[in-house]
């Protein structure tokens, strides 16, 4: 099944001076005659690898900013891909305009914490991505170190699949490999410990990078948004069990509880759903950045 259900993506707008290139589950990337990238978020929202019919008010804006406010704390560690943000007014807040790069085959993932995924494979074989754990941690655990644990990265409507740092080498070059996960792992203990000092637990996320045309490793696509990480309330974590997160656990319980097979289109959201939803991600970044969005 496609991530988008049986309908197909939907229409991406039309932008004057923009020509449409692709659109993926929540972004539409356009280009123009100088071979910029027009990158912009959608209000569209994502669960269970599926594009939900109903939007969530603002997300895009939120995603762009708070990814501005990273790309910005974050700059001395790596460059990004930003351009500029003087974006066509149809998009305003939600785009941006940044340089084309040739991505890395891997997600480049970082965890501090023990959930998720991480928490599958640990209760197999005390590992994850082949980082060996201690025994006798729970779901939410704090992990003595933060750990790389890349991902392929799978189209629309798949799941990525973890992999080990030998396999990550195996796809983009042992030189590469170990570039990007000392970059994955201070660019998330940087962030971690700046969301600690806000009362938030970046407990893991995502990263992506690629060349840009001088063959420099770039940041690209977002950073640390609630749509690429799990940021977890300080105040209330408790490990041995999922913890309240700043983004869209909200809906996936409402999916969840609301008997939806996962295989059939997905349904419209009630209004309540969305309001709460749109508000958590705007908790999120009014916790991060200090400033009401």
Same mark, same amino acid.
């Given at each position: 099944?496609? *991530? ?107 965890? *501090? ?13 005390? $590992?994850?991505? *082949? ?35 030998? +396999? ?10 170990? =570039? ?15 969301? $600690? ?15 840009? =045309? ?5 940041? *690209? ?21 999922? +913890? ?47 400033? $009401?969005?």
């Amino acid at each position: 099944m496609s *991530g988008f259900g049986t309908a197909g993506p939907p229409p991406a707008p039309i932008i004057p001076g923009w020509t449409h290139l692709r659109t993926g589950k929540v972004r539409d990337l356009y280009t123009n005659d100088l071979g910029n990238i027009l990158l912009v978020a959608s209000d569209r929202i994502s669960a269970f690898d599926c594009v939900m019919p109903t939007h969530i008010p603002g997300k895009g804006a939120v995603l762009t900013q708070l990814s501005l406010f990273w790309f910005d704390l974050l700059a001395d560690i790596v460059p990004n891909h930003i351009i500029s943000t003087d974006v066509p007014e149809i998009v305003e807040d939600r785009a941006v305009i940044v340089a084309p790069l040739e991505m890395f085959a891997i997600e480049c993932v970082a965890r *501090g914490y023990l959930t998720g995924s991480g928490w599958s494979e640990y209760q197999n074989n005390s $590992k994850v991505c *082949g980082n060996e754990l201690p025994s006798g941690l729970l779901d939410g655990s704090q992990l003595p170190t933060s750990i790389f644990t890349p991902a392929t990265k799978a189209d629309i409507g798949d799941h990525d699949i973890n992999i080990d740092f030998n +396999q990550a080498a195996k796809k983009i070059g042992q030189s590469d490999a170990e =570039s990007l996960r000392e970059l994955t792992l201070k660019l998330y203990d940087t962030a971690a410990e700046f969301s $600690k000092s806000r009362g938030v637990i970046l407990a893991d996320t995502k990263f992506e990078f690629g060349r840009n =045309s001088t063959g420099q490793i770039v940041l *690209g696509d977002e950073a640390l948004t609630p749509d690429s990480s799990r940021f977890w309330d300080q105040s209330t974590w408790a490990p041995g069990g999922a +913890q309240p997160s700043f983004d869209k656990q909200y809906l996936r319980d409402y999916l969840v509880a609301s008997g939806w097979d996962r295989n059939s289109p997905p349904p419209e959201l009630p209004d309540e759903i969305v309001e709460k939803t749109a508000l958590r991600y705007e908790e999120a970044f009014y916790r991060l950045t200090g400033s $009401k969005f």
